[in-house]
């Protein structure tokens, strides 16, 4: 894939139309590290063609296991039989983040392992202590050799209790997928309840896996000997369906996503009304979430939390909305310290913004401008993309490779609302 290349977004009012969600990236990713629990084919619908999925079928090969993906049908055939190794080589898991989730699974299937300090965004430092200690918790030995840990178990912890320092959703899925093959049961306090989460955690219970919920925020497993291979459709991409609607509101338009599920997005809803945006819900069994912009969009303010708070992979997308908005609005990251870097794009475009640590004024402006933009990651891709879809003129937006990471093919989706928009690879 070329890192060179651009998006090029004309301004396009009223995005209009009906569009169906792809799975989520953020759920097929964890799911994918879970088969490695199994022997056999698991098959997997509704997934996206992302490179970040592509970069997890690059992992799982090299461990050993059988990929086909239909990427027309967004069906994925995993079989899991001849997984092998119990390593996975720098050069692998420097490719994203979410590389280390294969270190739980590999530690419950080999009882070891050795992978590389994972790579990914550079949205802040991204440590993985949380899942470290986690592990050593349950039992593990870990060393560290330079870029590499190596993980064993030497003895079995039974009954243990986490409790994790912060609700993170990589490391609540990485100590999940260790637990449900060890003896005895593990609870798993302030842990990570992302919809992904809950869906990935669905996979294991169909796998076999005994998994139940405590309040607060506690996951209880209680291991059993294996696991057996599943289908499964993948839950639609409540960040796909968040950017969608963004574009229909940020171009005045209306947009109808039949298979969105309002529930995983609440408060992003809610904001989206209080700038004065009609939301219509539940029109398809319960299912659906339909959006009429209002031509005078409202100031509001927002702080990215841990779910259900306000989903941080929709901060900037929301940003670029409220650029346009009407009086002033506060928005503030918490989950990520360096998740701000699209502001000075956006001022790029005639936005008018102050930033103070992770804190940033959004002052509302009556026009954006089209310009040459560069998406630092993957959620700032989408927002100067929805912010290029109001500005007047031609925006380019550099960094192709980090929309490809996130989204699958996200252009056509656009497209047929509207908008001119066209991926251009040099
Ligand atoms: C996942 C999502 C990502 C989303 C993020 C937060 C996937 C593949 N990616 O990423 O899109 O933005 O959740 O909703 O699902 N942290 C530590 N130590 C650790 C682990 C995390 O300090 O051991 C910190 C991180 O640096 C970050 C915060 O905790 O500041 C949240 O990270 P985490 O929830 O783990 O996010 P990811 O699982 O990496």
Redesign the pocket.
Known sequence: MSMNGYILVEQSLKLSGTVDLIGA???V??IMAASILTQGKSTFYSVPDSS?VHEMITLLESLGAKIFFDKKENILIIDTVNINKSEVTQEVMDK???S??VMGPLLARFRKTRVALPG?CL???????????GFEKLGANITRDNNYFYASINQDKKDQQIVL?????????NLIMFSVLQKGTTNILNA?L?P?VLDFIQVLQKMGAKIEFDIPATIKITGVDNLKPIEHKIIPDR?EAGTLLLAAAITGGEISLPNAIPSDMDLFLEKLKQMGHKIEIGFNNSNGIKLIATNNPKATDIKTC??PGF???LQSPMMAALCLAQGESKAEET???NRLMHVKELEKMGAQIKTKNSKAIVSGVDLLYGTQVIASD??ASAALVIAGLAAEGKTEVLGIHHWRR?YDKMENKLKKLGAKIKVVEV
């Open positions: 990236k953020n759920a990713l964890p970040d994203m983040r979410a280390i989730l990914g949205i802040g430092a991204r440590p993985i202590d949380l899942h470290l200690k320092e912060y609700p993170s959703v990589g490391a609540t899925e990570a992302e992904e960040l841990p779910y989903p941080t992979d989950v990520f310290e993957i959620r996130g």
